[in-house]
């Protein structure tokens, strides 16, 4: 039996779509649909069930950024045989890419049994979403917005790696909100900040996925609430992705942060009402 109806899959595809790449928080969002749909969220087939739909936002990010992706990775294979074309920034890049994410990966493993366990709890994602927003303003008021995305460095790519840190042991903060926080701090501008936390996080977005889908796909999750969930969720994040860089293009972080903050405050609200648990 299944715990997602194939209606709470379209709507929980369209929240994972939305919400995995925007600065909010894609983890407080799917709880609060999840509970306010009467979903079980401690149940193993909709933990399973969230984990696999993410796997439909990564697969789109990976395809917006298939160019770029693919001439990435042929700039690193080349290097590695001709030194020549070690001096191209994109092979150099390919490298900081690597570096930056073995941090979260070290962490992820060596924390495991605290991000699975306390720090999993809906009041530090409601905590997190609140303090998350004031470094997001704070951050978007300090940044001169002043260096482009062939202007970043080892040091750059590093910084914004291990801010994904936060994230995991702080749900609510957001991956996403982390690394463009840390990416305004280091005066990139809007557009190569966002851009830098894609091209970091597609890694261990993917690497996280590949990781929990053997044991999300044997939880009892059906398979066509499944299907139709990520199919969705990879169809959303695809818009999303596209809205998001046009966006930051000509907006501030502002709106972000008042959401994130309405959000943080809500989920306390249902908290303390015993809606959510």
């Not at 261990?204 to 299907?227: N, Q, R």
């Not at 695809?238 to 959000?263: D, G």
Request: charged share 15%.
């Amino acid at each position: 039996m299944s715990a997602i109806s194939i209606g709470q899959a379209v709507v929980l595809g369209v929240v994972e779509g939305v919400t995995e790449f925007l600065p909010v928080s894609s983890t407080g969002h799917l709880k609060i649909v999840e509970g306010l749909m009467g979903v079980p969220v401690d149940d193993k087939a909709v933990v399973g069930f969230s984990a696999v739909i993410q796997v439909g936002a990564i697969a789109a990010a990976l395809v917006y950024f298939g160019k770029d992706i693919v001439r990435i990775v042929g700039a690193w294979f080349r290097g590695l045989g001709n030194r020549e074309e070690r001096y191209h920034h994109d092979y150099k890049f390919a490298w900081w890419v690597i570096y930056a994410t073995i941090p979260i990966v070290v962490v992820g493993l060596a924390a495991k049994p605290l991000i699975e366990g306390p720090l999993a709890s809906l009041w530090v994602v409601a905590g997190s979403l609140i303090v998350g927003s004031g470094v997001m303003w704070a951050a978007d008021q300090m940044g001169r917005h002043k260096r482009g995305e062939d202007d970043t460095s080892l040091k750059d790519a590093m910084w914004v790696g291990c801010s994904q840190i936060l994230a995991l042991l702080f749900p609510g903060f957001s991956r996403s909100g982390a690394t463009m926080s840390t990416g305004l701090i280091l005066d990139l501008e809007r557009v190569a900040a966002t851009r830098l936390s894609f091209f970091l996080g597609i890694p261990a977005l993917t690497g996280a996925g590949i990781y929990e889908l053997k044991d999300a796909m044997g939880s009892g999750a059906a398979v066509l609430p499944l299907a139709i969930g990520t199919v969705v969720s990879f169809a959303v994040a695809y818009a999303s992705i596209s809205w998001l860089l046009k966006f930051v293009a000509k907006h501030s972080f502002n709106s972000f942060v008042i959401y994130r903050i309405l959000v943080g405050v809500l989920l306390f609200g249902l908290l303390g009402m015993g809606v959510l648990s």
